[in-house]
Structures are given as C-alpha cells and as structure tokens.
C-alpha cells in the first residue's frame, strides 16, 4: 500500500507567548469599547445631572443594593428558572416536533397552514387567555415563553430535517441502517446546525417573553420590580434590572456559544476547510 | 467453478415526470459469478448509476428483475456494500474514520472483541490503520474514498458494488485506489461490480468488461479480459494485448456514443 498524505487542517498554533498577547487583545477587544461607553456616560451625566440617567457610581450602588440579597431569591432566581424551563422546554418540543414533521411530508402538508396561524400570534396577547385558565401561576408565565420561543426551533429542525443530503440517506439505506439508528447517526447530527440557529434565536426571545410574562399579575419577578421600580420614580433602581438584563442575555449567549463549539466542532472544520 | 452471484434480467427504468416519462434503461441483462471483478463502461449519460441503484435496490425498476444467490432484490440487500462516487457526501463529517466505518456495524449484535477486530481490518485493508480519530474533512479525497471502502469491506459483503469511485480523485491517487481494489478481489476473493465511464480503468481493472449502450441503455458487448490477474500499473498497461482490449471497448463506446450500434433484438 502507498503512503498517503493528511491534508493540513489549519490549526492555530502559535508560540505560548503570543498566546498571552492574543488573551490580552481579546479581553482589549471585549472590554474596550464598554469601558470607553461607561466613561463617556460617568463625564456627561456627572456634568448635567439628568433626571432620568442616575450616574454610573449611582447605577452599580443601586444593582447591588436591589439585586444582591433577597431579592436575588425572590426575584432573580424564580425568573431565571422560568426562563430556562422555558428554553428548555421550547428546544425539546421544538427538535421533536420538528423532526417528525420534517420526516413526514402528509404531516408537513397538514400541519403547515395551522403552524402559520398560530405563529402568527403575538405571545403576550395569550397572556390573559392563559392567566384564565391556569391562573397567575409559573406554568402560565413558562408557557407564554414556549409559545413564542418553540417557533424558530421547530421551523429551523424542519427545514433541517427536511435537508438531510440524499447521498447520507442512500448511505444509511444500503447498510440497512435501522430507522431509529438513522435519526441518531443520520438525522439529528445532519439537521444540529440548523436546530442550533434555532436554538439561538430562540433564546433571544424567551429573555423578552420572561419579561413581558412578568409585567403583570405578579408580584415577583425581575420584569414585575423593574415596572414596579418605574411606577415608583426609582430611576437607578429601574435602571439597575434593565442592566441585569443586559448581563443575562450576555451569560446566555456565552453558554450558548461553549455548547455549539462543542457539538458543532465538525460542521466548523468542515467549513473551514471548504474556506481552504 | 463458476457459482452465479448475481443475475441481471431485461431490466428496464422508466422516469415518470409530470413533463413526460424519460427512459432511462430500456433493456438490461447480465450475470457475474461469485469472485468476479466486472467493470461496467458506458457513454456519459448513458443510466449508469441508475442501473446500479437498481442493482443496489435503492431504486425500484420499472420492468425487470436484479437477483443476488437467486433472492430477488426489493430493498438494499444484506450481502452486498455500495462505494458512491461523493465520498464527500457519503462519509458522516460528524463521525470519525473509525465511527464511520464502525456505522454499518453498529445495529448488527456483534460482541465488542469482534467488532473492533472487523474495523481494525478493514481499515488496515485499505491503508489506513493509525487513522481513526481522524475526521474525514482532515483527509484528502483519495484518503476519505478509502474510508468509505473501508466502511464498506466492514460490512463484510459478499457483494462490492462500486459506483464510479475514483472519478473525483487525482491521477496518481487513482492509480493507488485501483490497485486497493485489485487486492481487495485478489487478497480477500470479493466480487466487485464496479461502474465507470474510464476505458482504461475498466480493463486495468477487470476480468470481464461490460459495455453498455447510450441511453435507453442496453447491454452492446460483454467482453471478458484475458490479462494475468497479477496487474501492474507499468508492465499491465504496457502489454499489446493491454492496449487492444482497450482499443476495442474504445471503439465499442465511441459506436454507443454516435448510437451505431444496433441491438439484436
């Protein structure tokens, strides 16, 4: 047998120094620009004292005086438990739905005017309907997040699905690849990038639905102390919940981006060597 | 001897679209004994691949029947493998060499012993032992083909049905390929049918060459190649009667081409 050769997957190897310089320019690059915003912000509100904008110093005082404590218990947590539930329950009903209608064309056909009905519908409008049903209850609020956030899963895993390249279908077929086999080996793994793009989009709007769910009927929540704060002229305490906010669409996003680069480290190779 | 593996009979592929039917394969019959190495040519167009679909039981005739040890094929039979031509789209990017090639293994109830022995040969069959945890994207094309044929020789076919397998790698890796596929028939006695539309890859390769006509296709010659089964690239295509066989299934693919040739029906 003759010697054959690998082809070079780029690989970015470099010295352990450049590492560093690389580390410090990245975190250069990811705080660089709120740092500069914050300063800005620190010199003109400092300057004019607007009523509405409470200084930096003033902000992070009032975060920590709202936030940490109890109402990271009473508040923060039973809304971010609500939010996960919600993601989460939007991804599995989103992937298994998604991937029976996407293998079936009788079921995409039947179902597909219905799914445009429905997605039609603005999630906050469910909100009293649900609240009537079920109460002002967390199941009302982890609801009213799947109901807007199952949407792009299901339509990206359908489409996914649906893509599955003829060749790997023929491939599973011809070594008599059991069906079940077929959705683990075959299915899913070819359909994951687009679920992914999904799941992403997904996420964005379960922070939005967990707010809006929040700002009524409750007394809990962080979008009912943030409407709360506004009610009462609580300005840097108002500001302080819009911040978290901020700060767990960042840490969500983070989260999001380890798992990807994790279960979707061949489909990046195999776009980087198509790159060359 | 000579045991019948395979028999192919007036098989017959009709396209229907809502543009008209388009006749694929008019009228096709063959038969390969068990050990063979039978190369299929053919003009470009002229239904190759869908004869070998048929024969794969991935595509239902329209007339005609495909049998393997006198069973008649309806769906992808057990004792055969497929090689496709797009490795690329073949091989799971998801799934190491050693995933892929453990794929067609996976659902068959093999003690864990067994299983890894078959994938190690198969892979050391095919050059690759030492590349397991590798991702097909890592390698070049010659290299995942050859991953795919391990794949296939894991399986443990009696049957190696191979459709134009090397038509997207370069010259020299094919010559490499051709004779993995030489040795996979000589080492290992497997029958092989292998599809291409290259003359001289057909009768490097094979013991008997089948010419198929253009499209609607039907068999124009059976011609059984009369060269030592030891082959070398060198010396094999540098012998007379090398470059007469091949002249011939030339002349025989230039007349499919201008559709000269008639069929004696």
Redesign the interface.
Known sequence: MSVVNTVKVPKTRRGKRSLWVRMGESTLYAFGLPLILIGLWAVWATATSPKFFPTPAELAEAFVDTWVGKSFFEDVVPSLTRLGVGIIASIAVGIAVGTLVGLSRVLRELVEPIFEFFRAIPPPVMIPVITVILGATDSTKVIIIVLGAVWPVLLNTIDGVRGTDSVMKETARSFRITPIQRLWSLVLPAAMPRIMTGIRQAMSIALILMVISEMSNTSAGLGNRIVYFQRNYLVAEMWSGIALLGLVGVLLALIFGIVERRMLRWYHGVKETERG | MAENLLTVTNLKKVYESSTGSVEAIADISFEMNRGELVCIVGPSGCGKTTLL?CI???LKPTAGTVRIDGTEVT??P?N???V?Q?YG??L????TVRGNVE??L??QKLPKDERNRIIEDALEA??LAGKHD??P????G??QQ?VAIA?AVA?QPEVLVMDEPFAAVDAQ?RA?LE??VR?LHRDRGMSILFVTHDIDESVYLGERVVVLSSSPTWVQEDITVDLAPERDQISTRALPRFTELRTHVYQQVQRAKRGEAVRAS
């Not at chain 2, 799971?92 to 799934?95: A, H, K, M, T, V």
């Not at chain 2, 994207?137 to 070049?140: D, G, P, V």
Request: proline share 8%; aromatic share 16%; net charge positive.
């Open positions: 679909k794969a039981g991935l769906a992808p057990r055969m493998a497929v496709f797009e789209r073949s799971y990017p998801w799934l794929l067609p996976r659902h095919v050059g590798s991702y994207w890592q390698l070049s010659g290299m050859r794949r399986y890796t490499d004779d993995l040795a």
